[in-house]
């Protein structure tokens, strides 16, 4: 074994004791963790942080001298697994490769040299002895391709000159009688005992024929009052017949400064405690005697070694690969996040990740822009995320909507809801994707043709109604504006807010329906009050037209500060019920004929805005941000949260309107609402059976409209008699 670069040479007539350096063991879970901590906690701090690692003496010969750090490494007050000796030291992670190749080695192993000498100096290593025991590590994770740089280094005190060994390492068996080596193994248990714990790292000896006696290092002047002859006890985690492990340099350093003037002669037992098949065993332990060099009189810090060579026996550092041998599915799912987590690092340090990963997502069509909101859901972190359509892929889907390929058209069709689920997985399998069949029962599309057609539109209601209750967000996206009725219906009653997206030719509306105050006892979801959407919901539409052009008519005219659950809902800004929207029309009139950005554009601003609404800490209730808010402080990290994103392509201009709840609204006004809680299916039948002018009757759409051309007609006799 080859001395340190520390230690003068050995001459021919003497023999120089040489130590079993530590070989460092990073377990997989130690970088599991130290990835998490770089992600969720240190970012990009730099400065020095506490580990543990711990090393055994019972490994069977030939195992190097191990210093292992675990998954617990970062646990610094945690236990120390059985029979092990704990060893504290700072962790070094850097930001870079390149600030892990310039960092200044030699400087970090003196500043802890320093702190180790004066650890000696002070008498707290005599208290403390597990301060003799300390590590460096320093670090670069690169968490893109799962590849760890590290250097480990164990700092050790040099004589000016090397150990002379008095007497040659002998194994314990044939200098101690079994009557002795028994003692010696039931003092050792005692003085863990003692200590409460399972392993002391030093100890003092005392031993006769009869009777061997322990202490701990702090005791030295009551144990030795005569210092004829001192023995002293490390745990020694090496195998070698013939050298002791490293942690016993530092501890002859102290000998040397504490009781180097009274005794220049030590004889050490490195004590090794082996089971073997069941069989405890400490006779392989080994005995020797040294002669202890003088320490410098001036009181000045040792030279000091121990930077671990790497796998080539060169001084440099070890890379180790996890991304082979690490589960694929974990890799993502530490790797979906990374973009999230380090928006946080720099650029908004407040950002609250949990509340969006654990939002869960309905989105009733999987569509054009069902397709573009899970992917930026996905890309959010989303982790829930429900499907609901009754429409299979045709030719004509794959090019614009991004779940889907061309074998997904084949022989008729699959699912949507299905196939954009199975997309997901693969997309993704951390994902919790499901995918629901079904249609959604709409006014003016009545379901009373047969007892069997009532029935199954009353499962497709239950059906809804429980997913939404399941859900945290409900995103529409279907086809028409009828469609949108009953989930809007739903959806208030359960207090869900809702993101609703639009689409026209070149125009689209994205916004978020008024998040109806809760009764009493209940919180705003309509569940506990520690849900963490904190009351947010999202809907969005696919429609050929967007809503909302008869808010100067109805009286639900543009506001500023309005608060979230007095903001309209989609069916707010107009003057007419919800009707079949698709009867007697052309192709291009029952399809969203748009230009082919505008989906993707509108999908990722509803789930943007969802993300705002969380972000907000009134949730849904908060205060609709307008145009004329965006020079002013934004209320979220994120910036503004609208009522309404009105998007304008031909001229690549978006404006912020807000409006008032409509109290005659066929979706959401008072009335609507305590008709459906009150009558449940049978009054949502009469609205699927009837005309529109059922809900225009019910909520008074039908006595303004009579009221406004009675006041028109008026206005026309008062202008023909000027």
């Not at 040489?18 to 701090?45: C, I, M, V």
């Not at 310039?102 to 003196?110: F, Q, R």
């Not at 009054?683 to 303004?704: I, R």
């Amino acid at each position: 074994m080859a001395s340190d670069s520390g230690e003068a040479e050995s001459s021919s007539a003497d023999i120089k004791l040489q130590f079993a350096p530590f070989s460092s063991a990073l377990e997989a879970g130690f970088w599991h963790k130290l990835t998490q901590k770089k992600l969720n906690d240190y970012r990009l701090d730099e400065s020095p942080k506490c580990i543990k690692g711990y090393y055994c003496n019972g490994d069977p010969v030939g195992l190097p001298t191990r210093l292992t750090l675990e998954f617990s490494a970062f646990e610094v007050d945690g236990s120390t697994p059985a029979h092990c000796c704990a060893a504290v030291g700072k962790l070094y992670n850097t930001n870079t490769l390149d600030a892990f190749k310039g960092t200044d080695k030699k400087a970090l192993l003196e500043n802890e040299s320093k702190e180790l000498w004066n650890a000696i100096l002070s008498g707290e290593a005599l208290r403390d002895p597990a301060v003799l025991c300390r590590f460096i590590l320093l670090t670069f994770a690169d968490l893109k391709k799962y590849h760890f740089y590290y250097w480990f280094c164990f700092p050790a005190l040099c004589f000016p000159e090397g150990i002379k060994i008095i007497k040659q390492p002998a194994v314990l068996e044939k200098v101690f009688s079994t009557k002795q080596i028994a003692a010696l193994q039931e003092a050792y248990d005692g003085l863990c005992i003692k200590g409460g714990t399972t392993a002391v790292p030093y100890f003092l000896i005392k031993y006769t024929d009869d009777a061997i006696h322990l202490a701990l290092l702090a005791e030295w002047a009551t144990f030795f009052p005569c210092t004829t002859k001192v023995t002293v006890g490390v745990y020694d985690p090496c195998t070698l017949s013939q050298h002791p492990g490293w942690p016993l340099r530092n501890l002859l350093v102290l000998l040397a400064n504490q009781w180097g003037s009274m005794v220049d002669t030590v004889e050490v037992l490195c004590f090794r405690d082996r089971t073997l098949q069941g069989i405890r065993s400490i006779q392989h332990s080994i005995i020797f005697q040294v002669k202890l060099p003088e320490l410098p009189t001036d009181s000045t810090c040792p030279k000091s070694v121990g930077w671990e060579k790497n796998p080539k026996g060169a001084m440099g550092p070890r890379m180790v690969n996890l991304s082979e041998c690490m589960d694929p599915k974990r890799l993502a799912e530490s790797s979906v996040d990374l973009n999230l987590k380090l928006m946080r690092w720099r650029l908004v340090p407040s950002l609250d990740l949990d509340k969006v990963v654990s939002t869960k997502c309905l989105l009733l069509g999987a569509g054009t822009l069902g397709c573009n909101v899970a992917r930026t859901l996905m890309g959010w972190g989303v982790r829930h995320i429900t499907f609901v359509d009754n429409a299979k892929i045709s030719y004509s889907n794959p090019v614009r909507q991004p779940l889907y390929e061309f074998e997904d058209c084949l022989g008729g069709g699959k699912s949507k809801a299905a196939a954009a689920v199975d997309r997901l997985n693969k997309i993704f399998p951390g994902v919790k994707a499901e995918g629901h069949n079904m249609s959604i029962p709409m006014p003016g599309h009545p379901v009373n043709f047969s007892q069997a057609t009532q029935s199954q539109a009353q499962k497709d209601v239950e059906q809804l109604q429980k997913l939404i209750s399941e859900h945290d967000v409900v995103f529409l996206l279907m086809d028409t504006r009828e469609s949108r009725w009953l989930p809007t219906v739903i959806a208030a009653s359960k207090r869900k807010l809702v993101i609703n997206a639009a689409l026209g030719f070149d125009t689209f509306v994205v916004m978020r329906h008024g998040l109806k105050k809760a009764p009493a006892g209940q919180n705003a979801c309509g569940g506990d009050a520690s849900s963490s959407l904190s009351c947010s919901s999202a809907s969005s539409s696919s429609t050929s037209t967007p809503a909302g052009s008869a808010a100067s008519v109805t009286g639900s005219s543009l506001f500023s500060n309005i608060p979230g659950h007095k903001l309209g809902c989609y069916f707010c800004n107009d003057v007419v019920a919800p009707g079949d929207s698709t009867r007697d029309r052309t192709l291009d009139q029952q399809c969203t004929v748009s230009r082919p950005g505008l989906a993707m554009i509108a999908g990722a601003l509803a789930v943007e805005m969802m993300v705002s609404i969380l972000q907000h800490s009134e949730g849904g209730y908060a205060v609709a941000s307008s145009s004329d808010d965006r020079m002013n402080e934004p209320p979220t990290s994120l910036g503004l949260v609208p009522h309404q994103i009105r998007g304008f392509l031909s001229r690549f201009d978006n404006v912020l309107p807000a409006s008032l709840a409509f109290d005659k609204c066929t979706a959401c006004s008072p009335v609507v609402l305590d008709h459906y809680e009150r009558e449940g299916f049978d009054f949502l039948s009469k609205v699927f059976n009837s005309s529109h002018s059922f809900l225009e009757d019910l909520t008074g759409l039908t006595l303004l409209h009579q009221e406004t051309q009675a006041a028109e007609i008026w206005d026309m006799s008062d202008d023909e008699s000027i």
